[in-house]
């Protein structure tokens, strides 16, 4: 046969496909208004499964995964559609709106100057921030109740993710309902006197020292973990000896009276770093833009391209995905995903529906708003 032939005979069965796809489709509103009227679930595992299983039986050979595959999306597109009918249906969702400009209890991790501190101004302008030795006890003291908001770093524009805030994650009850983000400037300070050819050890948190790292090992210079860029400055300040340093930002330098041996000394700059304001019930500002959610997915062929297809099928603009390990001596993994969106919107309120149903776990962290 000639090519032409052949795709006429393809398009002579794409119309037919097409044709017993919308009927099928059809039926499945049908479906989705007795399972309103019944008070059912969208999703059922055993129908989908007794399908697939099926459909791989009767397939032509080689063709089993094939046909698996076809039928388990056009599945997913009949339960988005069901989906969007049945919460279009629904009263609009309502939710609490975020009161930070009344907000007195603030708080962030660290101590004056540092840089966690400026992105908690910037959310709280005037307001006095209470400081926290660890990133777990922000977590803690928002879960409590003892802040109404906590501050905390998420991703570096350099070194990405902040590990330490997304793997406390799964252990707090909480909800980001802002995000900024703030130039990080680091440089290199020590004390008035000390000289840099006799700088040897830097000390930093380690985000920091890892945002620096071209500079450091050109110097060969030693770097030391410390729990955060300005208490590390307040050591050096206090420490008399001139062999050691810190990386802090300039203000946290001249705040703690110490001399800038070198400026601006990340591997990239200019460096940012995104900070999320959390807090302890769910607040939803009318304009927030970014949804967080985090997710695990049982350990089978297809399951994470079956949720990726979902962000696709309703239109989604994905703006992040990263996985973590879920940290109980396996190898399994958590994905964290940012997407473009609002609580508010019905057809949101659809998509999340369905998708935590395909999820092993399943938690939403937040819908922020973006400031900038
Ligand atoms: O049979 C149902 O309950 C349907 O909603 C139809 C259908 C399908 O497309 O075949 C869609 C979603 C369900 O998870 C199972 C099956």
Known sequence: MELQEIRNEIDRLDKQIQSLFEERMLLCQDVARYKKAHNMPVFQAG???????????????????????????????????????????????????????????VGCQGTVGANSETAAQAFFPERHIQ???????????????ELEYGVLPIYNSTSGTVTQTVDLMGKYSFFITAMNQVEVMHCLAALPDAKMENITEVYSHPQAL??????????????????????AAKMVAESGDKTIAAICSEDCAKHNRLQILASRISNV???????ICITKDMQVAENASVISVMLSIS?????????LNKFFLYGLDMTKIESRPIRDGSFDVVFHIDFKGNLRDRSIAAFLNDLCKSCRDFKLLGNAVVMV
């Open 299 to 307: 350990n089978e062929p297809g399951s994470l391209s079956r949720i």
């Open 210 to 231: 890892s945002q620096c790292s071209d500079f450091l090992d050109a110097r060969s210079l030693h770097s030391h973990d410390y729990s955060n860029t300005a208490t």
């Open 269 to 275: 700059v200019p460096n940012f770093t995104q900070f």
């Open 131 to 145: 400081f926290y030795p660890t990133f777990e006890q922000v977590f803690e003291a928002v879960e409590s109740g």
């Open 47 to 105: 129908r989908e499964q007794q399908i697939l299983d099926r459909v791989e039986q009767n397939a032509k050979e080689g063709l089993g995964l094939a046909s698996r595959t076809m039928f388990a999306n056009m599945m997913s597109i009949s339960s988005q559609l069901q989906q969007k009918m049945l919460v279009a249906a629904e009263d609009a969702p309502n939710f609490k709106t975020p009161r930070m400009k009344e907000a007195v209890r």
